[in-house]
Each structure stands twice: as C-alpha cells, then as structure tokens.
C-alpha cells in the first residue's frame, strides 16, 4: 500500500511566524504535489515536483515556497504565515501520469 | 482549459436507495479520470481511474463508468458509511497537473 504521510495533523501558528510541513512518501514516486483546501474553493494546487531539486509554481504559489532535497520528502513553506493561509493542506505522490495518493492532511490555524 | 463539473453539489439518500453521481470534463486529450473518496478532516483517499470510453470499474457497492464527455459513479445500495464527499479529476494529454471537480457530498441515511 503506498502510504504519504505528513508531519503534523494539527498545527496553530501565529501571524508573521515561518511555518513548515512535512510530507513523506514511501512508494518511491517521482511526482509530489502540495494542496490546499478550503470550503467552497474546491483543491487548488500549490507548488509540485517532478524530480529531486525541482518545482513548478501551481495555481496558487504566492505566499509559499517549497523544498524537495529527497526523492521521498517534499516540504512546504509558509515564509511569514498570515491568517489567509489557515486552511486543509494536503500532500500528495504519484508516478507520472498515474493516480495521486494523498496525505492525511494538516490542519492548519494562522492566529 | 480543461475542466471538470460535478453534479449535483450535494445528495441525500436512504440506505439501499440507488444512484448515481456526475463528472463533466472537457480535456484535450484524456491521459486518466480518477475517483476519490473524502471524509471530513481526512485527505481523499483514490478508488479508481478509468483510461477511455466504456470502461468500467468496480470496487464494493461502486461502480465508474467513462464516456468522452462524463463519468458516472453509480452506487448500488448504499450504506450510511457510504457517506462522504466523491472527487473526480482528470488528467489531461500534455498537462502536468490533474484538474479536480468541487465534489459531490453524498450523505446516506439509515
């Protein structure tokens, strides 16, 4: 069974703190994606990888920057976190072209 | 642009009341169509992906079913824990990235 799984469940940070999450796949995929999910806003893509070292902007990547120094680990960054990035995020691996397998989520709260 | 449109938003059904849950796309070129299931506070978990018109997949009380232009959940006596909201995506020719449906929450009474 592949299994994504992602460091924190519930976070709650404060305004202008950086922020990190954690993601970790064990499927040995090529593709890692972050999501965030909001009520109403459906999943938007953030930032994904497709190989160690590297990232593609998704439709959402302002206010974040990510990391992927290792195949199995891709992590997101909240640089100065503001109340508008509380939300549901999600990570995500698959092999190219193939089906998405998804974290459990980390709930995060911006105060 | 591709896209992605399901229907209805929400549905409310009784235990063992058959039906079935929509997902319009336009894509150029269809790479994959993928079904997944969300529980609230959890992330999607995926059931199946279909690769062109007329197949079928099959998985417990669920069955996909594709055509050029949708793809129909159908769910045969349903179960309370049934419940949950059903997220369709596609996976364009040349596309990086899937394109998600808004989700149809389905909730199945006792």
């Known amino acids: 069974d592949v299994k994504v799984t992602q460091s924190s469940r519930y976070l709650v940070k404060r305004t202008g703190e950086k922020v990190f999450l954690e993601c970790v796949q064990d499927m040995d995929h090529e593709n890692m994606f972050w999501y965030r999910q909001d009520p109403g806003l459906g999943l938007r893509l953030i930032y994904f990888?497709?190989?160690?070292?590297?990232?593609e902007k998704g439709d959402i990547p302002e206010g974040y920057s990510v990391s992927r120094e290792k195949k199995e680990r891709f992590s997101l960054i909240l640089e100065s976190a503001s109340t508008n990035q509380t939300s549901m995020y999600l990570c995500?691996?698959?092999?190219?072209?193939?089906?998405?397998?998804f974290g459990p989520g980390t709930r995060l709260t911006v105060t | 642009e591709d896209q992605v449109t399901q229907s209805p938003e929400a549905l409310r059904l009784q235990e063992g009341e058959s039906s079935s849950l929509n997902c319009s796309y336009t894509v150029s070129g269809l790479r994959g169509l993928f079904w997944y299931r969300q529980d609230p506070g959890k992330g999607p978990e995926f059931l199946f992906t279909?690769?062109?018109a007329g197949e079928e997949k099959e998985k417990e009380r669920l069955k996909a079913t594709l055509t050029k232009k949708e793809s129909f959940l159908h769910i045969t006596a349903p179960k309370p824990e049934d419940s949950a909201t059903y997220l369709c995506?596609?996976?364009?020719?040349?596309?990086?990235?899937?394109?998600f449906g808004q989700g149809t929450r389905l909730t199945i009474n006792p």
């Open positions: 995506a596609v996976h364009g020719q040349g596309a990086q990235k899937l394109v």
């Open positions: 995500a691996s698959s092999l190219i072209g193939l089906e998405q397998y």
């Open positions: 279909l690769y062109s």
């Open positions: 990888s497709y190989d160690v070292k590297m990232k």
